[in-house]
C-alpha cells in the first residue's frame, strides 16, 4: 500500500479540532485569537467538568488545558481523554509548574508542558507539534488497520486456493478407487466432528482435516489390476496394496503443508490390537489421527456400493464397528464416533464443506 494510493479518512485529514480549557476566561480568549487565524477549529471550556462533556460529545484532536482548575483538574481530564482515545493530543498549561508535575504530565502521554506567562509564538510551535504527532499517530493506525486487512484478505485468498489444490489431489485418489463421488470428504466430514469429540480444536482440527482428505494418496502407486480388481487379493497383490501407507507418507513427507497429514496416511490401516499394517503397532502406539480415520473410513466404506457388494445400512455399519472395538478400532474414538453420529453429522454431498464449518487453513 504505497502513500499516494491511500485515502485517509476525515478524522486525519481536515484541520486540527481544538479544545481550549482554561477558568480564566481572559486566556481562553487569547489562545483563541492566536489559533483560529492558525486554520484550527477551536473550542473552549471553563472547567474541567465542562471540558470532559464536550469532548465526550463532540472529540477534540488537541487538548489545551490548564492544570489547576476547581474539580476536575488538568492532569486528571489527561488521563481521562487519553484512556478515551491515545490519539488525541494533550498540551498543559500551569502557572505552577513543578518537576514532578511535569513528569507526570509526560509519563500521562502530554505531548508538551507550557508554563505560565507563555509566549505565544511557542504555543503555537507546541500546537503545531501535537497536531503534527496526532495526525502521524492516526495515519500509522490507519496503515496497521488496513494492512491487517490486506493480508487477511490474502490469506483467505491463499487458503481458498490450497483447499482447491487439497481437493482436487483427493478426487484424484478417489478417481481410481472405485468409491462413490465425495467419499473422501464424507470422511473428512466425520474425521472432524468425531475428534472435536475427542477434544480436538484449532491446529489439530486442521490437520485431521487434510489428514483424512489424502490419507489413500499412496493408492495412487498402487496398480490399476491390483487397486480395482473386485475379487479377493492374491498375497502378491496384497503385499503391493500394503505398500501404499508408506509410499503416502512419503509423499506428504516432502511438502511442508501436506505433512501434517503424514500420520493419518502411515496408520490407517493399523489396528488397535496391533495386527495391522505397516508398522504392527498397538493401541496408543498408533497415531490419534489414524485411529479416528480407521474407523470412520470403515463407516463409509460400508454404507458406500462398491462394485463387489451393494450399501449397507447406518445400523449394520455401526454394529460391525462396535464388534470390532478393542480388536480393530480403539473403544474411545469408537464411543466419541458414536457420540458424533447421533448429534447428525453432515453425510450427504450437499451438506455444508468444511470451508463452511469454522475450519481455517492459514492462520
Known amino acids: 500500500m504505497s502513500p499516494g494510493s491511500v485515502r485517509f479518512p476525515p478524522e486525519i485529514t481536515r484541520p486540527g479540532r481544538l479544545l481550549v480549557v482554561d477558568d480564566d476566561?481572559?486566556?481562553r480568549s487569547v489562545l483563541v485569537r492566536v489559533l483560529v487565524p492558525?486554520?484550527?477549529?477551536v473550542r473552549e471550556a471553563g472547567s474541567g467538568e465542562e471540558a470532559l462533556e464536550r469532548f465526550e460529545r463532540d472529540g477534540a484532536d488537541l487538548v489545551l488545558s490548564d492544570l489547576q482548575m476547581p474539580g476536575i483538574s488538568g492532569m486528571d481530564l489527561l488521563q481521562r481523554v487519553k484512556a478515551r482515545d491515545d490519539t488525541t493530543g494533550f498540551i498543559i498549561l500551569t502557572g505552577a509548574g513543578t518537576l514532578e508535575n511535569a513528569i507526570r504530565a509526560l509519563r500521562l502521554q502530554a505531548d508538551d508542558y507550557l508554563l505560565k506567562p507563555f509566549n505565544l509564538e511557542e504555543v503555537s510551535l507546541a500546537v503545531?507539534?501535537?497536531?503534527?504527532?496526532?495526525?502521524?499517530?492516526?495515519?500509522?493506525?490507519?496503515?496497521?488497520?488496513?494492512?491487517?486487512?490486506?493480508v487477511a484478505e490474502q490469506a483467505r485468498q491463499l487458503e481458498s486456493l490450497f483447499v482447491d489444490a487439497l481437493q482436487s489431489l483427493a478426487s484424484a485418489v478417489e478417481a481410481r478407487?472405485?468409491?462413490?463421488?465425495?467419499?473422501?470428504?464424507?470422511?473428512?466430514?466425520?474425521?472432524?466432528?468425531?475428534?472435536?469429540e475427542v477434544g480436538l480444536e484449532g491446529e489439530?482440527?486442521?490437520d485431521l482435516w487434510v489428514g483424512a482428505l489424502l490419507h489413500d494418496i499412496g493408492k495412487l502407486a498402487v496398480p490399476d489390476h491390483v487397486l480395482k480388481k473386485?475379487?479377493?487379493?492374491?498375497?502378491?497383490?496384497?503385499?503391493?496394496?500394503?505398500?501404499?501407507?508408506?509410499?503416502?507418507?512419503g509423499i506428504l513427507e516432502r511438502s511442508t503443508f501436506l505433512?501434517?497429514?503424514?500420520?493419518?496416511?502411515?496408520?490407517?490401516?493399523?489396528?488397535?490390537?496391533?495386527?495391522?499394517?505397516?508398522?504392527g503397532l498397538r493401541g496408543e502406539e498408533i497415531s490419534l489421527q489414524g485411529r479416528i480415520i480407521a474407523v470412520v473410513d470403515t463407516f463409509d466404506a460400508i454404507v458406500s456400493t462398491r462394485p463387489y457388494r451393494g450399501m449397507r445400512s447406518r445400523e449394520e455399519a455401526v454394529a460391525e464397528i462396535e464388534r470390532c472395538s478393542g480388536s480393530q478400532f480403539d473403544p474411545a474414538?469408537?464411543?466419541?464416533?458414536?457420540?458424533?453420529?447421533?448429534?447428525?453429522?453432515?453425510?450427504d454431498p450437499a451438506a455444508p464443506t468444511l470451508r463452511g464449518r469454522g475450519i481455517s487453513l492459514v492462520e
Do not use: C
Not at 475379487?231 to 507418507?249: C, N, R, S
Open 128 to 150: 503545531e507539534r501535537a497536531d503534527r504527532h496526532r495526525r502521524l499517530l492516526r495515519e500509522n493506525r490507519f496503515y496497521q488497520r488496513h494492512l491487517e486487512e490486506r
Open 333 to 347: 474414538v469408537v464411543a466419541a464416533f458414536r457420540r458424533a453420529l447421533a448429534k447428525g453429522f453432515p453425510d
Open 230 to 249: 473386485p475379487g479377493p487379493l492374491t498375497d502378491e497383490e496384497y503385499a503391493v496394496m500394503k505398500q501404499h501407507p508408506e509410499i503416502g507418507a
Open 259 to 279: 505433512r501434517p497429514a503424514v500420520p493419518a496416511a502411515l496408520h490407517h490401516q493399523e489396528r488397535w490390537d496391533g495386527t495391522g499394517y505397516p508398522g
Open 38 to 41: 492558525a486554520g484550527y477549529e
Open 204 to 206: 489439530a482440527i486442521r
Open 177 to 196: 478407487d472405485d468409491y462413490t463421488a465425495d467419499h473422501v470428504e464424507r470422511v473428512a466430514r466425520y474425521a472432524v466432528a468425531t475428534g472435536r
Open 25 to 27: 476566561p481572559s486566556i
